[in-house]
């Protein structure tokens, strides 16, 4: 843009020749004439007498105390100058003119400004207009920015100079054209001001000086850069600008660059003043037309500028601003109709694409809700709004909804309100009929869902509270969308499986949830035109029509239909053709199947909202067979997911059960039935888990709606396949189907026939068979009572009469039955044989159950009715009632007649019965010999079948084996011989003897349980290990530690398959799950066997002890209320097994390997996807709360036998596994931590018990009362678990335990040597203390006292030990992040009684534990945590905990003795303390009290010579510390100036160079300091630090120094406000045009020592230049071109500015020998150009890289690009500063290195 026109680059860069005089290169007619009158005024002794005179008078200023002096100086200095009226030239001009601008001061009375202003007029008289176009510089300086101040009867002798003597320069005034108009501006302030037509007047005559188009551009500028002006400038512009209509050309008067013009607008609609605004409003109103040819001929980006800064103000809310906006963007006309023409034709396309690329790019100026809010105020106009909203709504959602998504984590309030406010604002017939259009449109294009996705978002995310939407937009839009997609589909089922039509289904299903169905039912009314035809048309005609939609209808149909009818048809339709194309293709796609799944969702809403709302039966042309046989062929397919299985079936029964539609579907004929239930059936089975629960509800409510026994019957057929390899498939279906059957829904009865085939499988020949029944029993019974029910009402069929008969045999009386008549006794003898199988089957379990269970709770009517008639009581249980029946058919005989036809299968039912009966009753005995033969063949036996996968005999064999151990060990250890055994002598010897575990039983058992193939027949397994190992004690005692080993292996792999399957899974194929039962039986064992291994001494052992063995009394018969007492005797608690208890002891490691399985389980196995609507969800819930209920309960179980091991154990789980310790911070209630609360019932015992445990340690050897329960654990761990446990603590529980861990921790401060756990105790004392004091229990004396006493010996014993330490300082060098990662763990096992020294993975934990005799050697980490706790945690808490301030004061001193001092002096660099050390500071200097102690620490790092080496990243860190000092003691920054001050040294040795070094060093600590500070906080020490700097400037002239006091300048700049450096000014300003000037008349050598000077004075001005102060804007015209004509140079131009001046002298120097650039070089020319993109860039200081220049050659691309850079960023920036880059760069220059 501006840049491609500028020839600033070019011209400047030429210059003379090599060797060129420097004079020559600038105006040689000037220099020329001041050449001449100093060649004649030097040699003339009355102008050096003149000189002397001028001299004398300017030295008495420096006494000058009081206004009065000034007067007194003014007169003095104006008599010698009236003396010697004859030269025309002024001695000492640049001191005369700095001393007369010091006497405009505002802050002096108006007589001293009278007479400055005499003095003005008498030197401007005297030097004529040359002289003073000569010197302009140094007179306007003073002059121009006095006019804003000065008083009423100053005001005319001020504007008589302007008119009298600046006027008369005519062209000579272009260069400081825009400063006079700054300066004459504040006299437009007020219309009816005395001076108001006169400084108009003036303006009109300066801008005759110029050209009127330069003149109007430097009142662009002025508004662009200077807020404060840009009132006075509007004023000016209303009277000046012409009022011009549409095609007039308005660039005759503002000239070609009509961005400069609107970026001058824009800064003024965009002022806070809303006076400044109305004005702006009214001149584009007057002369900018939006339809001016003008804004046609702008650049775009420059329209969309003044657009975005024109519509900010409706967010003011002021009516007379809203007011002119519209009549700016509407046009003069009144009338509304050519209003919105206006609008359309002029502003609409430039409001859309401002707003619309402001809401999709947001500024970074602005909040992002900005476009929204301006969107939602315009439409209050609706001329405006509705034309905006037709073209911007749609980009005004979809950005809104960008930004909600993005902001989605950052939860932005802002943005959600004003999406909810955007939404409620816009017309919903409009909003809605732009939605229609795009959403056809996306179904029309494949690919798109744009419009979709937004509608979607709409619906989701925003309140849809409107009735008018959800009764007449929404059900029209939903009837649309139905029938086009219906047409889609329908013509081409393919493209159901498009992205659109995928999104649209998701579409239809939202909006259903917001409609209601009765207006689905009816049509809103159409105008007048159409409302004939509205009948007649189609759902999608009727709402194209409805929104006005351009719509031509292919074949319009003649029938009237209800909307509703309507819609359910064209689904029905869509249905169809998309189940047929499905069964036509075998599947079909992925996509084709979702679809399908979509449509039947909102099928089923349709259906579901109609039964509970629509009264009135709706006729609809749908034939219902063949839906439903289409659905059926979609159903039969392999492919098809179970949620869409799911889907039929529940639509044809919710259509089986509604009466609403005509004609009605029904499925009572048995192939529709037997189709789904066999599909139902196929989900079933065992590696679909997740489809179980809802397939086994939805075969119940197709047997509820089906004829009767027909369910029934289907899944007989379906268990009696003709193919025996179905069999198994077909039983585990119908157990899962038995097992997730509740007893209420009499399964026994209503599902008869399938039980029986079950149950017959007990006793078949075929053993593959016989086993399919037994796992069938033992996974999925649920109890025994539900298979007894239906055989004991068979058994009690009233057609088997019988009366009682007392027979006579050998003449005794015998009681017994006859049976009145004959009855079918094969299915009797059936029934017995199954019932035997059963009881055999079911052993202790089936007695258990069936004496457990009472006949008066059962469900079955019929059978209390059938107990009732044979006379057996309710109340008996179903054992009582079993043995009753048994026994009366074992007393029952068929009359005698009936004899021969009903004895040989009555001999067959008695039989079964004495079975029964003795297997429920009776048990027997075997040889001693013939067992010990049998055992190691049974277990060889067993061994091959699990190896070589036999499943079938291994539960025979199992149970064989039992009975051998039985026999076997009752004989070994009661010394019983069975019956036909050897002598009594012979039984003694084998009873010593004892019984020997066979070398190969426990591998089998493992295998039998580990080996996956075995897993059918894992529960017979787990039986026989549950019923031997603990029946015979302790023979098996051995066998115990490695399968729990095995229990714990199959444990995690379960706990990893459940965890998978709850994960999402991407092919849609189910995981192998275990079920609950699975789980809770693992646990059961794994708990019996725990407790087991640890209160049994195991058998092994006793024999290698020889000693005989005593049965111990078992720790666990003291039961539940055994244990209460034990928490806090845990000395006592496990003294029974204190022998075996040890580490080492297989039950300890097998209890440990127990707990990390089972905490495992307790943290994983939690259910937390509440909202899931995945079928399989209904499944996985229930196992994984019923596993975490059990796992709960075994724990408890085992804490209550040990509960120092248990808890113990938990804590090294807890240490060694991270994840553990993450989980209990995030999910509190699944954590260890949880699992403590569950466990222990209060905080007290549990910290009891843990304290206990680290006293045990900590303890001398022989002081132990007793050993660690786990050697494995360290004190270390115990410290760190109990640290993170009281953090968890609430203030009362705190309180509780207090007392138990003070004593611990007062032990522990009084020890005498350092160890680790003082550290420990004292990180766990700052969390308690932490709590504690939040009570109000720390008003309590004794709390207090022993707080204060207890902290304050542990934190001075750690400070100590960190200060002895540093010894080797080498532990201060390393930072405590490499520290971190030295090494890995904190509890490092014993190894032969040395501890290893290791570090935690936690940075909070400590470096070793001690072992009872090891001194231990630290590392060089500890140290470093103890210093990085003291600094994060210790020293915030000083206050709370010591309370006491001289003890605060006291451990401070520590600290900083011991840790901060050696922490900086070893540091070649004081500042590059180590970070904790900078850390320990910035919270001491929160503590008053410590003020002394850390004070003298700072200040010595402060006056440290090498402060300044570090780096300025460094530095920042140290800011407040600094800044601390300074606020918190009064006499340190007087003392700061003091140093700075110039008095010589006395010391007449001194090296002069080393003085200035110390001075200028001083002066950059004062500059570090004041830039510590916040904005105007040192503003009360300005007049001292201004005092101190001009000091320095007149009497030191030292380069080194100087360039320190541009620094601190800077430094001013970016702490004060402007406004309070008024009265330094004139000093600045002076000085800097003096060195400047310098440079002109003699430039520097390379090398020379006051290049760095120049440089620093150059950055003060790029400073100024960037932050563009309202009071240095009048002066820049001195140092640069600030108009126009740094853009577009005009021909005759010639540099009249300091740097325009220094780039043609620079520019002119010979070039030397080629070097290594040090400057800016060409990279700033190519960062110079501003950006052309709308987004604004900051303003920051060019020569902030450069440090050091060895040639002013270096400076020249500043100087040559500095004007023009300074006017481009002020086009491109408009006023916004990037303060960070600033406040780096001085920072850069404060710490130098140098």
């Not at 089986?656 to 029904?666: A, E, I, R, W």
């Amino acid at each position: 843009m501006m840049s491609s026109k500028s020839p600033a680059i070019a011209q400047t860069s030429t210059g003379g020749t090599p060797g060129t005089n420097v004079a020559a290169v600038l105006d040689p007619t000037k220099s020329g004439t001041r050449e001449k009158l100093h060649q004649t005024y030097v040699s003339d002794p009355k102008y050096k007498k003149y000189t002397q005179q001028v001299e004398k008078c300017l030295n008495a200023f420096d006494n000058v105390h009081e206004w009065a002096d000034c007067i007194a100086f003014l007169k003095q200095l104006l008599k010698t100058f009236q003396s010697y009226m004859q030269f025309k030239e002024i001695p000492h001009k640049l001191i005369v003119a700095k001393r007369l601008a010091q006497c405009l001061n505002p802050a002096l009375p108006t007589g001293v400004h009278q007479r400055a202003l005499d003095v003005y007029t008498h030197i401007l008289s005297v030097l004529g207009t040359e002289g003073l176009k000569r010197d302009l510089p140094l007179w306007s300086s003073g002059l121009f920015p006095f006019f804003e101040y000065a008083a009423t009867s100053v005001k005319p002798i001020l504007l008589t100079i302007y008119d009298t003597h600046y006027l008369p320069l005519q062209a000579g005034l272009r260069p400081v054209m825009k400063s006079f108009i700054l300066a004459l501006l504040p006299g437009l302030e007020e219309e009816t001001g005395e001076f108001f037509e006169k400084v108009l007047n003036l303006l009109d005559r300066l801008s005759g000086t110029v050209s009127p188009v330069f003149f109007i551009q430097n009142i662009w500028l002025i508004m662009i850069t200077m807020s404060s002006a840009r009132g006075t400038a509007l004023n000016f512009l209303s009277r000046r600008l012409p009022r011009l209509h549409a095609d007039e050309d308005i660039t005759q008067i503002v000239g070609r660059d009509i961005g400069l013009m609107i970026r001058a607008f824009a800064a003024a609609l965009e002022d806070d003043n809303l006076l400044v605004r109305r004005g702006a409003l009214d001149i584009l109103l007057q002369s900018m037309r939006i339809d001016s040819a003008a804004i046609k001929r702008a650049h775009s980006e420059d329209t969309v500028i003044l657009m975005r800064a024109a519509t900010g103000v409706v967010l003011r809310r002021d009516l007379s601003l809203n007011r002119r906006l519209y009549t700016w963007l509407l046009g003069p006309d009144e009338k509304s109709d050519n209003q919105t023409v206006y609008l359309r034709q002029h502003a609409l396309r430039l409001l859309n694409t401002t707003l619309k690329d402001e809401m999709f790019a947001p500024s970074g100026e602005y909040s992002e809700s900005r476009p929204f809010k301006i969107f939602i105020s315009l439409l209050d106009k609706w001329e405006i709004g509705s034309a905006l909203t037709d073209v911007l709504v749609l980009d005004a959602l979809k950005a809104i909804r960008f930004l909600m998504q993005r902001n989605a984590e950052e939860h932005n309030e802002d943005i959600s309100m004003t999406a909810s406010a955007l939404y409620e604002a816009v017309e919903p017939s409009i909003l809605w009929k732009q939605l229609l259009a795009a959403i056809m449109k996306d179904l029309t294009e494949d690919s798109k869902t744009g419009a979709i996705d937004l509608t979607l978002f709409l619906l989701r995310s925003l309140p849809m509270q409107d009735d008018e939407v959800r009764s007449i937009h929404l059900p029209v839009i939903f009837a649309a969308i139905t029938e086009e997609l219906q047409r889609k589909i329908i013509s081409d089922p393919s493209k159901a499986a498009e992205a659109s039509v995928q999104e649209c289904l998701a579409l239809q299903e939202e909006i259903f949830k917001h409609i209601l169905l009765e207006s689905l039912s009816q049509r809103p009314g159409l105008n007048e035109a159409l409302q004939t035809s509205a009948s007649s048309l189609s759902s999608l005609a009727f709402g194209y029509a409805f929104y006005g939609l351009e719509f031509t209808e292919s074949n319009p149909s003649n029938e009237v239909l209800n909307p509703l009818t309507a819609v359910l048809e064209h689904m029905f339709c869509i249905n169809q053709a998309l189940s047929r194309s499905i069964s036509a293709q075998q599947g079909g796609s992925i996509e084709h199947r979702a679809a399908l799944s979509q449509v039947l969702r909102v099928l089923s809403g349709v259906i579901r909202a109609m039964d509970r709302t629509c009264d009135v039966t709706l006729s609809l042309s749908w034939k219902p067979s063949e839906w439903l046989y289409s659905m059926l062929d979609c159903l039969d397919l392999e492919v098809v997911s179970f949620t869409l299985v799911d889907q039929v079936v529940s639509l044809i029964l919710a259509l089986h059960g509604t009466q609403k539609f005509n004609p009605k579907l029904s499925m009572d004929k048995r192939p529709v039935v037997s189709r789904m239930v066999k599909k139902l059936f196929r989900y079933l089975h065992a590696d679909l888990a997740t489809c179980h629960v809802r397939a086994v509800s939805l075969i119940w409510t197709i047997e509820s709606t089906s004829r009767p026994h027909e369910v029934e019957s289907i899944i007989a057929q379906s268990m009696c396949p003709p193919e025996s390899r179905n069999v198994y498939e077909a039983h585990e279906a119908f157990g899962v189907l038995w097992r997730l059957s509740e007893d209420d829904s009499l399964p026994g009865v209503r599902l008869k026939v399938p039980l029986m085939i079950v149950l017959e499988t007990l006793k078949h020949d075929d053993p593959s068979l016989r086993r399919v029944g037994e796992t069938w029993m033992r996974c999925n019974l649920r109890s025994y009572i539900r298979v007894l029910e239906p055989i004991l009402r068979d058994l009690l069929d009233p057609s088997i009469r019988r009366i009682s008969r007392v027979s006579r045999v050998s003449g005794k009386e015998i009681g017994g039955f006859v049976y009145e008549r004959s009855f079918d006794q094969r299915y009797v003898a059936h029934l017995l044989e199954i019932l035997l199988s059963i009881v055999q089957f079911g052993g202790q379990g089936f007695s258990k159950s069936a004496r457990g269970a009472f006949l008066r709770r059962s469900y079955d009517h019929v059978l209390l009715h059938r107990l009732s008639l044979a006379g057996i009581d309710a109340n008996t249980s179903y054992l009582d009632a079993l043995i009753e029946v048994l026994s009366r058919f074992l007393q029952s005989e068929p009359k005698d007649q009936d004899a021969s036809v009903m004895q040989p299968l009555n001999t067959v039912i008695q039989s079964s019965a004495i079975d029964l009966l003795q297997t429920i009753v009776a048990r027997g005995e075997i040889e001693m010999l013939a067992i010990e033969i049998l055992e190691p063949a049974v277990i060889g036996k067993l061994f091959l079948c699990v190896h070589l996968h036999r499943l079938n005999i291994q539960n025979k064999l199992l149970r064989f084996l039992h009975s051998i151990i039985s026999v076997s060990t009752s004989y070994a250890y009661n010394g019983h011989p069975p019956p036909e055994d050897r002598s009594a002598e012979g039984s003694q010897e084998s009873g010593k003897r004892g019984y020997t575990v066979n070398s190969l039983l426990i591998q089998t058992i493992i295998d039998g349980i580990a080996i996956p193939r075995n897993r059918p027949v894992m529960q017979h397994w787990l039986d026989f290990v549950l019923m031997a190992v603990p029946q015979f004690q302790p023979a098996l005692q051995s066998v115990i530690s490695p399968i729990v080993d095995c229990f714990c292996r199959q444990l995690r792999l379960l706990l990893s398959d459940a965890l998978k399957a709850n994960q999402p899974m991407a092919n849609g194929r189910y995981p192998r799950v275990a079920t609950d039962a699975e789980f809770i039986m693992l646990l059961n064992a794994l708990e019996r066997l725990l407790v087991l291994g640890l209160t049994q001494k195991s058998d092994a052992n006793s024999q290698e002890d020889d000693t005989p063995v005593q049965e111990k009394p078992g720790v666990e018969s003291g039961g539940i209320l055994g244990y209460v007492s034990n928490v806090f005797t845990t000395d006592n608690a496990s003294t029974a097994v204190e022998d075996q208890l040890t580490s080492h002891s297989p039950g300890y490691k097998s209890l440990h390997d127990g707990i990390r399985v089972l905490l495992a389980i307790w943290v994983n196995m939690v259910w937390y996807d509440t909202t899931s609507l995945r079928p399989e969800a209904d499944s996985l819930s229930m196992i994984y709360s019923r596993t975490h209920a059990r796992c709960r309960r075994v724990l408890e179980h085992l804490f209550r036998a040990h509960p120092t091991e248990v808890l113990e154990s938990v804590i090294e789980c807890w240490d060694h596994d991270a994840l553990l310790r993450s989980k209990g911070s995030d999910q509190p209630a699944t954590g260890v931590f949880g699992l403590v609360d569950v466990l222990i019932a209060n905080a007290q015992s549990a910290v009891h018990m843990i304290c206990d445990s680290i006293s045990v340690r900590i303890s001398n050897t022989s002081e132990r009362s007793r050993k660690p329960a786990n050697a494995n654990l360290s004190d270390v761990v115990l410290f760190n678990f109990l640290e993170q446990y009281f953090q968890r603590l609430e203030g009362p529980l705190a309180l509780q335990v207090w007392g138990r861990f003070m004593q611990l921790a007062k032990d522990l401060a009084s020890s005498r040597d350092f160890k680790i756990q003082v550290f420990l105790a004292l990180k766990c004392l700052c969390v308690l203390g932490d709590k504690v004091t939040q009570t109000t229990a720390i008003d309590d004396k004794r709390i207090r006292k022993d707080l204060q006493e207890t902290f304050g010996k542990l934190l001075d014993a750690c400070v100590t030990f960190v200060g002895k330490s540093t010894d080797q300082p080498n532990w201060m060098r390393r930072t405590t992040k490499e520290s971190m990662v030295t090494n890995g763990r904190s509890s490092p096992a014993f190894r032969g009684g040395v501890s290893d020294t290791k570090m935690d993975e936690k940075p909070d934990s400590s470096t070793a534990t001690l072992s009872d005799n090891a001194k231990p050697t630290w590392g060089a980490e500890l140290p470093s945590q103890i210093t990085a706790f003291i600094a994060s945690t210790a020293v915030p808490e000083l206050r709370r905990f010591l309370i006491d301030n001289d003890k605060v004061a006291g451990a401070c001193s520590n600290i900083v003795y011991y840790i901060v001092s050696p922490g900086i002096k070893i540091k070649a660099r004081p500042l590059d303390a180590d970070v904790v050390v900078v850390d320990i500071f910035r919270e001491m200097i929160k503590i008053p009290p410590a003020m002394k102690v850390w004070r003298v620490a700072v200040i010595d790092v402060l006056y440290d010579h090498r402060i300044f080496n570090s780096n300025s990243s460094v530095a920042t860190k140290w800011k407040p510390i600094i800044k601390a000092v300074f606020d918190g003691d009064k006499t340190s920054f007087p003392d700061l100036l003091s140093r700075v001050a110039t008095s010589p040294s006395a010391n007449i040795f001194t090296n002069r160079e080393h003085e200035m070094l110390l001075r200028s060093l001083n002066l950059r600590r004062l500059a570090l300091v004041l830039f510590t500070g916040e904005k105007n906080h040192f503003l009360t020490q300005l007049p001292a630090i201004q005092e101190k700097l001009v000091d320095i400037l007149r009497n030191v002239p030292s380069p080194i120094v100087q360039c320190e006091v541009y620094l601190c300048i800077r430094v001013l700049l970016c702490r004060l406000a402007a406004h309070s450096m008024t009265s330094f000014w004139p000093v600045i300003l002076t000085e800097l045009y003096r060195i400047f000037e310098q440079i002109i008349d003699s430039i520097p050598s390379d090398g020379s020592e006051d290049l760095q000077l120049i440089l620093s004075a150059s950055k003060c001005l790029d400073l100024l230049l960037t932050i563009q102060t309202e009071e240095f804007q009048i002066h820049q015209w001195i140092f640069i071109t600030d108009t126009v004509d740094a853009v577009f140079r005009p021909d005759d131009w010639s540099p009249e500015s300091m740097f325009d001046r220094l780039a043609e002298v620079v520019g002119s120097l010979p070039i030397p020998e080629p070097r290594e650039p040090q400057g800016i070089g060409l990279s700033t020319s190519a960062s110079l150009t501003f950006p052309a993109h709308s987004d604004r860039a900051l303003r920051k200081p060019i020569l902030s890289s450069i440090r050091q220049i060895d040639s002013i050659r270096d400076l020249f691309p500043f100087f040559s690009h500095v004007s023009i850079s300074s006017y481009e960023s002020v086009y491109a920036s408009s006023g916004n500063i990037d303060w960070e880059a600033v406040e780096q760069g001085v920072l850069d220059d404060m710490f130098d290195g140098r």
